[in-house]
Nanobody
Framework: QVQLAESGGGLVHPGDSLRLVCTASSGAFPSYHMGWFRQAPGNERQFVAT????????DYADSVKGRFTISRDNVENTVDLQMNNLTPEDTAVYFC????????????????WGQGTQVTVSS
């Protein structure tokens, strides 16, 4: 089973950009559809973006559409989340996740999760 590790989080100012990277341990990575989720303190885990195994299909939460871009590299075994024009409302722990059967907006449909990376947007 693939293992996932997120990186790239940090403290930024409103309007800044960050690029999160999720690195998979397994050569089976191209078999997985991937998602990014986030969780702020006291809140449920929230869908951010998802991408199909071949990158042909992507989907975004309305709150990030036009600001965030999900992409993947099946040679490097990575899935990235480029985040632009960040706002304090984007502050959360960001998780990447993997599943076999198609893209999904629902966290309970993913069976592999990373440990998360903290993103804090503050002036």
């Amino acid at each position: 089973q693939v293992q996932l590790a997120e990186s790239g989080g940090g403290l930024v100012h409103p309007g800044d950009s960050l690029r999160l990277v999720c690195t998979a341990s397994s050569g089976a990575f191209p078999s997985y559809h991937m998602g990014w989720f986030r969780q702020a303190p006291g809140n449920e885990r929230q869908f951010v973006a998802t991408i199909s195994w071949d990158g042909a299909v992507t989907d975004y939460a309305d709150s990030v559409k036009g600001r965030f871009t999900i992409s993947r590299d099946n040679v490097e075994n990575t899935v990235d989340l480029q985040m632009n024009n960040l706002t304090p409302e984007d502050t959360a722990v960001y998780f990447c996740a993997a599943r076999y059967f198609g893209t999904s907006r629902y966290s309970h449909e993913y069976h592999v999760w990373g440990q998360g990376t903290q993103v804090t947007v503050s002036s």
